[in-house]
């Protein structure tokens, strides 16, 4: 990577109130391929916070009152200048994340696409009438309700897409007409920063949004149990997330979070063309991806030659430099990651599975790796293995592989290959998750569609429309006419 474009990259530091604030107390953030530092962020204080949190409460007076037609052009001016600086944005994903230069390309393509969104729907938040009238004795009312803003929205957001989640939160927290305070991963924040620094660029106000940097045991839980803070949203993992929602007290909680996502695979399919859709879905990002392909369940009739194609394929994924472009698959974020994977397919192994492939880091990656085991076997999806690693398992018949796919504590998505209406109807109506998708795999996603899981998975949902759902609150207004 280039000085120049390296410089280009440089952020102001920690946004508060109308400064961009630079502290003398600094963490690295590494290249997670080559293990260099590439910049440093600022350590917050509780001060600090303290600071972002009296920002925000102007903040939110401002943006409740701006008119929903300047949010929108603000958001989409932001998507605009975005799409100038494409490059720019992209490198900055591969600099200090997980993805290769083709993924990090998509994933400032779908931030583009995410910010539009926002926009948009920033113009359509519509409430409805209610019909006092069809009740008796309240023949003289009329009404509606309304959505208002919840006031101050807390956004803590995960590594593995550092720029189109931050977006998922500020994006619609700004439509519904909110102030945020942004907490970024302390591996990939320079992505969420630099988005900051477009929207004040665009004409956001100053104190609508306010960016806090560094690790969070240096102010506590502030940000989460501060009453001032009316939402805390949180992408992340299943244990972080249930410490937040305790603290966090009585405020809206929306919440994204771990996963062990199914796919069932019936006899009836094109095996190749299924394969590398379940293979692509477990390498994306390399399988740091809280949607990604991580248990598959093959019908016994196609069993053999399924296993055989995904074993093929995934040997043949090339794990190397992100910047190359010849490169499937980047690096793990960072080298105590890779000591959860390994430790994760071992008890693996002690518990009767087997390793057909993969299964060993190389530099700073970890291979694809597919592992085969009983699909009732004790350990089968209790744990989310954040890398490239998925188990095989063979079914007899559909209930086994609805019935496998539930056996999890987890449920945000799942996928069902089969050219069977009876079956995909009954996939999608027992299958205990979020979303199912229907001849793809469990990992496909759009920016406009409502986003999240049941149990352990999370509580709410993202995705434009009802993120800003989520950040607002309803009012019924009732007229009570003479």
């Not at 109130?17 to 440093?40: F, H, M, R």
């Not at 957001?157 to 994006?171: E, M």
Request: proline fraction near 4%; charged fraction near 20%; hydrophobic fraction near 40%.
């Amino acid at each position: 990577m280039s000085v120049d474009l390296l410089e280009k990259i440089s952020s102001k530091g920690m946004l508060i109130g109308e400064n961009w604030i630079e502290t003398t107390d600094k963490l690295a953030v590494l290249n997670p391929y080559s293990g260099k530092e590439v910049y440093t962020i600022s350590c917050a204080t509780k001060e600090h916070v303290y600071e972002a949190l009296a920002s925000a409460e102007k903040g939110k007076v401002i943006s409740r009152n701006l008119s929903p037609y300047d949010r929108s052009e603000i958001i989409v001016k932001v998507a605009s200048l975005l799409k100038e600086r494409k490059e720019e944005f992209t490198q900055t994903i591969v600099n200090e994340g997980v993805k290769t230069k083709v993924e990090a390309g998509k994933e400032v393509e779908r931030c583009i696409n995410t910010l539009t969104l926002c926009g948009e729907e920033a113009k359509r938040i519509t409430g409805e009438t209610v019909p006092f009238a069809a009740f008796a004795g309240a023949s003289t009312k009329k009404g509606h309700y309304v959505y208002n803003p919840v006031g101050i929205v807390t956004a803590i957001t995960p590594f593995n897409d550092p720029l189109n989640l931050v977006a998922h939160k500020i994006g619609p927290a700004i439509a519904a007409g909110n102030a945020v305070i942004l907490k970024p991963s302390n591996f990939t924040p320079i992505s969420g920063i630099k988005l900051g620094e477009l929207f004040i660029e665009a004409g956001l106000p100053f104190h609508i949004l306010n960016i806090i940097t560094g690790p969070s045991s240096s102010f506590g839980d502030i940000l989460v149990t501060d009453p001032r803070v009316n939402m805390v949203s949180f992408t992340g993992g299943s244990k972080s997330g249930e410490a937040i929602a305790k603290a966090a007290g009585v405020k809206k909680v929306g919440m994204e979070l771990g996963s062990s996502s199914p796919v069932i695979v019936m006899d009836d399919v094109d095996v190749n063309a299924v394969a590398e859709n379940c293979v692509g879905g477990t390498v994306w990002a390399a399988g740091q991806n809280c949607v990604g392909v991580k248990r598959m369940y093959v019908h016994d009739a196609i069993y053999d030659a399924f296993k055989e194609k995904v074993v093929s394929l995934s040997k043949a994924v090339k794990l190397g430099n992100p910047e190359d472009a010849s490169t499937d698959m980047g690096p793990i974020i960072t080298s105590q990651a890779i000591d959860v994977i390994e430790r994760a397919i071992s008890d693996l192994e002690k518990g009767g599975y087997t390793v057909l492939c993969g299964g060993k880091r190389v530099g700073n990656g970890f291979e694809a790796t597919i592992i085969e085991g009983d699909f009732d076997n004790a350990l089968n999806g209790k744990e989310e293995i954040f890398g490239p690693v998925a188990t095989i398992s063979r079914i007899s018949s559909l209930e086994e592989g609805i019935t496998a796919s539930n056996d999890s504590p987890y449920g945000l998505h799942a996928g069902i290959f089969t050219n069977n209406i009876e079956y995909a109807f009954k996939a999608t109506n027992e299958l205990q998750c979020g979303g199912v998708m229907v001849n793809d795999s469990s990992d496909y996603r759009i920016d406009m569609m409502p986003f999240g899981g049941i149990k352990q998975s999370g509580i709410g949902r993202e995705g434009v429309k009802s993120a800003i759902q989520e950040m607002s609150t309803t009012k019924i207004i009732c007229f009570n006419l003479k």
